[in-house]
């Protein structure tokens, strides 16, 4: 049963303690410079397990969820239906890796929700203790209600190289406005140096057609191999990535031990990682700053302490009229909702509005209710509505 909770004031700011790299996807210190009274009611709709990503299906009131183990789920939510989906793939499970995102072509816009490609991200097992992110094609057939499968499910891209560990997968995928390319954000998996080797793929953001190939005009489309599908480098662990008014793409990212980026994506540009960030390394070890000589692209804003971004969406609603056009974070460890203003090509961050719990998602409904998912197990599906 669907159950609505109102909260009218802004819940208590508390101090959180700095986490280890093993948990820095997991969020760090993230203490708000300023919070506010929560300017919509929300509504618990549902419970999932340790969910990752939630996207709608273009076209439809149908959310799905992925969850983080391997199930891919899907809520009517005008009913508060749920369905599961079958064919999902095997998942390299652990760490931060398991099922990761979940992308649909806009073009493909239907009030039908079957018949129609889907895309998703995992991690995936390799030789010697190794793992790595993949992204798959596929077809959504549905045949009832609550019961779908996808069909022809085939890895389109693979992280390159896989390395030992389970953290930093980053693996966000992104449409672009005008539907003929797949973005991928791929994470450094804590190597850190690879993010400035352009012969791999690790920290950086690919662009592929939408078969997973790399695209033509590609700022190293010349080199070949995996070089080829580069777009921008120098990156450590993106977990949030859109489009604002103008298609351009922006993606925010943790830092080590505080500098976490609001970036907005450049071709070719080189966002410093691991030679430059606003933080530094966990046993306390300096990392020199972004400065404006220092030859790479510069963060929108940066954070220290940091908000530990789970995801994010620019707001393209009308619900919430002072949100249009802003960069809206769904916070793990700061337990969050972080407003950034975007200001040319500037950003700065207007207000947070607490919740007691950790923030894996969020999404945007098609009336412009906000959609979000908590993270962890037994994790709750909550709607946010105007008042």
Avoid at 154 to 176: C, D, E, F, M, N
């Amino acid at each position: 049963m669907i159950r609505s909770a109102r909260l009218f004031a802004a819940l208590s700011v508390s101090t959180l303690a700095l986490a280890s790299c093993a948990n820095a996807e997991s969020g760090e210190t993230a203490p708000p410079a300023a919070a506010s009274a929560m300017p919509f009611a929300v509504t618990e709709v549902a419970t999932f397990e340790e969910p990752w990503a939630i996207a709608f299906a273009p076209g439809t009131a149908t959310l799905f969820v992925t969850e983080k183990a391997g199930t891919l789920k899907f809520i009517d939510t005008a009913s508060g239906q749920i369905g599961t989906v079958s064919g999902v793939p095997t998942v390299d499970y652990g760490g931060q890796g398991g099922l990761g995102d979940v992308a649909f072509l806009p073009a493909e816009a239907s009030d039908s929700l079957g018949n129609r490609t889907i895309y998703l991200s995992w991690a995936e097992a390799g030789e010697a203790d190794t793992r790595g992110a993949v992204v798959g094609k596929g077809t959504l057939v549905c045949s009832a209600a609550t019961t779908c499968a996808i069909e022809g499910l085939s890895v389109i891209w693979r992280q390159t190289p896989k390395v030992t560990g389970r953290g930093h997968y980053s693996h966000r995928l992104a449409v672009s406005p005008d539907g003929k390319y797949l973005f991928v954000a791929s994470g450094e998996r804590q190597k850190m140096q690879p993010a400035q080797d352009t012969s791999v793929t690790l920290g950086k953001i690919v662009r592929l057609n939408l078969d997973g190939t790399p695209a033509a005009g590609n700022p190293m489309a010349d080199k070949g191999g995996v070089t080829a599908e580069i777009w921008s480098y120098g990156h450590r662990n993106i977990l949030g990535m859109d489009w604002d008014a103008q298609g351009r793409l922006w993606e925010v990212e943790h830092g080590p031990a505080g500098g976490d980026e609001l970036n907005l994506v450049k071709p070719a540009a080189n966002y410093g990682w691991p030679i430059r960030s606003n933080g530094e390394h966990y046993n306390g070890d300096p990392i020199p700053d972004h400065t404006a000589d220092d030859g790479f692209a510069q963060p929108a804003t940066s954070w220290n302490p940091v908000i530990a971004p789970g995801d994010m969406l620019i707001y393209t609603g009308d619900m919430f009229a002072a949100w249009k056009g802003h960069a809206l974070m769904a916070g793990l460890a700061s337990q969050a909702i972080v407003d950034v203003a975007i200001e040319g090509e500037a950003a700065r961050e207007v207000t947070r509005h607490e919740f007691d719990a950790r923030l894996r998602s969020i999404a945007q409904g098609p009336d412009g209710a906000l959609w979000v998912a908590q993270d962890g197990k037994g994790a709750k599906l909550l709607k946010l509505t105007a008042r």
